[in-house]
């Protein structure tokens, strides 16, 4: 590895929120991940809900959707990463690591 590269993102909602982010990267060997760092219920009781994951990475691959969302990807000479993160009653907080391979 060669470097790395970290993203970060949070949702707060008394109903249902949804962000999408797209990361643009120049070309290297990519090694994807997300991980859901934080959700807290704010909910009276109605339960709560919360996901992050890769929907979409662009590389020597071409352009991959991703449903089931991913959780890691690797690829060669990436250009850009897409992720949703949606929380459901709650506060949530996740993030994207990017390592770099080239």
Do not use: K
Request: no cysteine.
């Amino acid at each position: 590895m060669v470097g790395q590269q970290a993203y970060g993102w949070w949702l707060t909602s008394d109903g249902l929120w949804l962000h999408e982010a797209t990361v643009q990267v120049d070309s290297r060997d990519t090694f994807a991940e997300v991980a859901l760092t934080r959700l807290n219920d704010i909910s009276e009781g109605d339960g709560i809900w919360g996901q992050i994951g890769i929907i979409q990475i662009v590389s020597d691959s071409g352009t991959e959707n991703f449903d089931p969302v991913r959780q890691a990807v690797f690829r060669r000479n990436v250009t850009s990463v897409r992720i949703y993160m949606v929380v459901l009653n709650g506060f949530a907080r996740g993030r994207l690591l990017l390592n770099y391979w080239s």
